[in-house]
Nanobody
Framework: QVQLAESGGGSAQAGGSLKLSCVAS????????MAWFRQAPGKEREMVAV???????NYADSVKDRFIISRDNAKNTLYLQMNNLEAEDTGIYFC???????????????????WGHGTQVTVSS
């Protein structure tokens, strides 16, 4: 079965950087749409970034100009480079795949059919 495994989370100071990875098993990241979401304690899961099958990228306003989504087809891995981190970026980060629907609904978690287990990111101010 398809599996997505996130890694790279940890603790960072505000203003610092982290790079998350999402390795796919029994699924190719090349030419497909994949996304990153996050969930803070007591809050709903929210969109962070999406990389469409045609390499177009969309970002949540809160992370635009700070985060970069990318993929390495040879490593079958999706990435999220997070720069200039803020305390509000704290949460569990999930990668997701198998999106179904129009592009403008990419922020709805229930439109993704496969999820990883997440990796914790903690940013201290």
């Amino acid at each position: 079965q398809v599996q997505l495994a996130e890694s790279g989370g940890g603790s960072a100071q505000a203003g610092g950087s982290l790079k998350l990875s999402c390795v796919a098993s029994k699924y190719t990241v090349s030419g497909v749409s994949m996304a990153w979401f996050r969930q803070a304690p007591g809050k709903e899961r929210e969109m962070v970034a999406v990389l469409w099958y045609d390499d177009i990228k969309n970002y949540a306003d809160s992370v635009k100009d700070r985060f970069i989504i990318s993929r390495d087809n040879a490593k079958n891995t999706l990435y999220l480079q997070m720069n200039n981190l803020e305390a509000e970026d704290t949460g569990i980060y999930f990668c997701a795949a198998r999106y179904s629907g129009p592009r403008y609904l990419w922020g709805e978690p229930n439109r993704y059919g496969v999820w990883g287990h997440g990796t914790q990111v903690t940013v201290s101010s």
